[in-house]
């Protein structure tokens, strides 16, 4: 069935850097190396996050210059990934948290029926524009969680651990928001 | 609640390979049954394939460069600031070390204008201290 691709293992997870020990020597060259190869990833996260490139770009600065004030705390039995993005979650959060207009997790919403055909038909065409809009209207907390899961392929233990939040809410927000992502394209379809 | 209720709300968890293994059989088993929630179940496969293969937007041209020169900026101003503590230390202990030998060797009142004058010229110093780093410190918050 399709959804056996969809499952876990298959997603590309990054290994943990080699150069931990040289990131806590402050090593300029690692340094400057950790932030090249999570760029993209961490990048993509804020963006999927705050919804605009100029505060995801100080988001990233700011995320890196916490990893550097903080680095000496990082138990290198742990994975850096996770580490790095909890790092992120707070920095994102602290900032959403102060927007007026931000839903983080509240939204109502009921499951359409009977609404496979037009679901396959909006998917089959503008799949990623149609998807990353719909996307972008979700609350914060269950953008955060589909991204970390589908785009980052992080585990349920790795995203509780990032969000600080138990593995059932984490399930929650990502059935949640995939609920109510398929409810906005169904919807999409029928205007 | 019914089974065919109890195991759609497990369906959008199953597309995103979240559910235990249990939980996994219970709902392969029922889609076996039931169109509806096969077909639901294959909409959110649908979904997550296309969540996983989103495009991914690229970061600007030189952030790496610039928050590589900001890091550079934090790691020198964490150095100046273990350089400095260790100076203030090194001077409070050198401070005390002429007392005590201006003490023996001229007497207490030696010691007390040399401590006096020690004092005065360290509170200039600290208050020169804490304005720089005040100043350092809004410089940071406007990052």
Redesign the interface.
């Known amino acids: 069935?399709?959804?056996?691709?969809?499952?876990?293992?298959s997603?590309p997870v990054a290994e943990p850097p080699t150069q931990v020990a040289r990131l806590r020597s402050?090593d300029?060259a690692a340094?400057?190396e950790a932030?090249?190869q999570y760029?993209?990833r961490l990048?993509?996260y804020f963006?999927r996050l705050v919804r605009d490139?100029a505060t995801a770009?100080?988001l990233?600065?700011?995320t890196?210059?916490h990893?550097?004030?903080q680095l000496h705390r990082y138990d290198s039995t742990r994975s850096f990934d996770t580490w790095l993005f909890a790092i992120a979650h707070n920095a994102a959060m602290d900032l959403l948290r102060r927007r007026p207009n931000e839903r983080l997790e509240d939204y109502e919403f009921a499951?359409p029926?009977?609404t496979?055909d037009a679901?396959?038909t909006v998917?089959a065409g503008e799949?990623?524009a149609i998807?990353?809009a719909a996307?972008a209207e979700l609350p914060a907390l269950y953008r955060e969680a589909?991204t970390l899961?589908?785009?980052e392929?992080m585990k349920?233990e790795e995203i509780a651990e990032v969000t600080h939040t138990p593995l059932s809410t984490?399930?929650s927000r990502?059935?949640r928001g995939?609920?109510a992502?398929?409810q906005k394209?169904c919807k999409e379809d029928i205007v | 609640m019914s089974d065919h209720e109890s195991v759609r709300e497990l369906l959008a968890l199953s597309a995103a390979g979240l559910l235990d293994a249990g939980e996994e059989r219970l709902v392969r088993d029922h889609a076996r049954q039931c169109a509806a929630c096969t077909a639901e179940l294959d909409d959110y496969a649908t979904l997550s394939a296309g969540l996983s293969a989103l495009p991914s937007p690229p970061p600007p041209a030189d952030l790496v460069r610039r928050t590589s020169v900001l890091m550079a900026a934090e790691k020198d101003r964490r150095q100046g600031a273990f350089l400095a503590a260790a100076a203030a230390i090194f001077a409070f202990v050198f401070v005390l070390l002429i007392g005590q030998t201006l003490r023996i060797l001229e007497g207490d009142s030696a010691a007390m204008v040399w401590l006096a004058w020690a004092f005065v010229s360290s509170m200039l110093g600290t208050a020169a201290a804490l304005a720089l780093a005040a100043r350092r410190c809004l410089e940071r918050s406007t990052i």
């Open positions: 069935m399709i959804y056996q691709a969809a499952i876990d293992e997603f402050s300029p340094l400057a932030v090249g760029q993209h990048y993509r963006l490139a770009d100080d990233f600065q700011q890196w210059l990893v550097v004030r499951l029926a009977g496979a679901f396959s998917l799949r990623a998807l990353a996307m589909l899961r589908f785009e392929g349920l984490v399930k990502v059935r995939l609920e992502l398929k394209i």
